[in-house]
């Protein structure tokens, strides 16, 4: 069974510091996911990692799996404010009707 | 980039009723997915809707209660079924358009069961 865990769950950081968040998995998987979601509201999609090594980077936030490891990270840097919200990572089951299955989530409070 | 189209956005309903939630999608799809995400929670997965198959359910859910239906490639409905306040979540519906896109989800149903 495929598993997905996230750490942190509660991230507490001050605006202008850099933090990583860990998503690990347990089975092979041929993509994984990282979705941005605020309160009340649906998920974002960030990123789409495909590949051993893929690196995304959008603003203060990159990505980056390591299929080897089983391990993606995602990376802020100098964060601001309005990067608070939950972030999710999620890997697909491509042997499983290409069926997602997510962590549990880290939610981000970016103190000002 | 691909939308899905999801309602009702929130809905309050007594005890034992049903609620169905509508997802249309803007382009053709295979699979949809339909998630239960409660409170300060991650997303379950449901089911998976094929078109012109019956739902394939993950474990802990049954078709007499979250009953699906997918008539065609761009639209499915979720029904919750005898509904408990146990059931009050959001609920999210899902397609994955193409093998280096992420996975679209509609902007889910708040459902508060009284």
């Known amino acids: 069974e495929l598993k997905v865990e996230q750490n942190p769950l509660f991230l507490s950081m001050q605006e202008g510091k850099n933090y990583t968040i860990y998503c690990n998995y347990s089975?092979?998987?041929?993509?994984l996911y990282w979705y941005r979601q605020d309160p009340g509201k649906s998920l974002e999609s960030l990123f789409v990692?495909?590949?051993?090594?893929a690196v995304k980077q959008e603003g203060r936030l990159m990505a980056s799996l390591d299929t080897k490891a089983r391990l993606s990270t995602l990376h802020i840097t100098a964060a601001v404010h309005d990067l608070s919200a939950t972030y999710f990572c999620?890997?697909?089951?491509?042997?499983?009707?290409?069926?997602?299955?997510f962590g549990k989530g880290t939610r981000l409070h970016i103190l000002p | 980039s691909a939308v899905i189209s999801q309602k009702p956005s929130r809905d309050i309903c007594q005890r034992g009723t049903s609620l169905t939630i509508q997802c249309q999608v803007d382009?053709?799809?295979?699979?949809m997915f339909w998630y239960r995400q409660q409170p300060g929670q991650s997303l379950t997965l449901i089911a998976t809707?094929?078109?012109?198959?019956?739902?394939?359910?993950e474990s802990g859910f049954v078709i007499d209660k979250f009953p699906i239906s997918r008539p065609n490639l761009t639209f499915s409905t979720l029904t919750v079924s005898n509904l408990s306040p146990e059931d009050s979540s959001i609920y999210l519906c899902?397609?994955?358009?193409?093998?280096?896109?992420?996975?679209?989800f509609g902007s889910g149903t708040r459902l508060t069961v009284v």
């Open positions: 999620a890997v697909t089951m491509w042997y499983r009707d290409d069926k997602i299955i």
């Open positions: 990692l495909l590949s051993n090594g």
């Open positions: 089975t092979t998987s041929d993509r």
């Open positions: 809707a094929n078109q012109g198959s019956e739902a394939t359910y």
């Open positions: 899902s397609a994955p358009f193409g093998p280096n896109a992420g996975y679209t």
């Open positions: 382009s053709q799809v295979t699979m």
